[in-house]
């Protein structure tokens, strides 16, 4: 079975400054989706970016970018001048390509200072 | 588009009563639709996978009888918590896959269950 990994449970930062949120999985499958999701005070699940396994290129998304990693099956996701909207809680998921399940990671708070 | 709901958003009950949480996809229709649970800073627990029609698939250690899952149409799926308890509190998420190689889940807003 899949597993997804967040190993910070919170992370700080300053409001313009970047900061950078770790993710790592575990899977056998060479053909997947990765995402990471935003979870604000309101309890709505947001899509911030995804990630096909079989591209290369790593997805960007105005200030959201990831470094995708697939050797080291290492999806973490950089957020560039921080705003304090950006305050959630942030998934990170993995989904088959050829299922519909998500898989979660357990979560990081990410607080913005101003 | 792609839009998800929830209703009711917010739900007390007594112990031991029942209550129905709906979702509904307002402008597509899901093959198939998901229900998660979420306790205070934790990540969401899948609960069961609800398809169109036929029975829910339930996470190993959820309850069937507990968490009655129904998926009567393409755009509408209901859980019902029977016999709710103190410990059934807590926040539901619902989404839906939008199907057809399409690799996103669309999330409703969450109903937060108390249980008195």
């Known amino acids: 079975a899949q597993t997804v990994t967040q190993s910070q449970p919170e992370m700080s930062v300053q409001e313009a400054e970047t900061v950078t949120l770790s993710c790592t999985y575990d899977?056998?499958?060479?053909?997947?989706?990765l995402f990471w999701y935003k979870q604000p005070p309101s309890r709505q699940m947001i899509l911030v970016i995804r990630?096909?396994?079989?591209?290369?290129q790593n997805a960007t998304e105005n200030r959201f970018s990831v470094n995708f990693q697939k050797a080291a099956k290492s999806f973490s996701l950089k957020i560039s001048d921080s705003q304090l909207g950006d305050a959630a809680m942030y998934f990170c998921?993995?989904?088959?390509?050829?299922?519909?399940?998500?898989?979660f990671g357990a979560g990081t708070i990410l607080r913005v200072k101003s | 588009g792609a839009v998800v709901s929830q209703h009711p958003s917010w739900v007390i009950c007594k112990s031991g009563t029942s209550v129905k949480i709906e979702c509904r996809s307002l402008?597509?229709?899901?093959?198939?639709m998901f229900w998660y649970r979420q306790f205070p800073k934790q990540s969401l627990m899948l609960m069961a996978t609800?398809?169109?029609?036929?029975?829910?698939?339930?996470e190993q250690g959820v309850e069937k009888d507990k968490f009655l899952i129904n998926h009567a149409s393409l755009t509408l799926s209901t859980l019902t918590v029977t016999s709710a308890h103190p410990e059934d509190s807590s926040f539901y998420i619902c989404?839906?896959?939008?199907?057809?190689?399409?690799?996103?889940?669309?999330f409703g807003p969450g109903t937060r269950l108390t249980v008195l």
């Open positions: 899977t056998s499958e060479s053909d997947y989706y």
């Open positions: 990630q096909e396994a079989y591209k290369q």
């Open positions: 609800s398809n169109e029609g036929s029975k829910a698939t339930y």
């Open positions: 402008d597509f229709q899901a093959t198939t």
């Open positions: 998921a993995y989904r088959s390509r050829g299922g519909n399940k998500l898989v």
């Open positions: 989404s839906a896959d939008i199907g057809g190689g399409n690799n996103e889940q669309f």
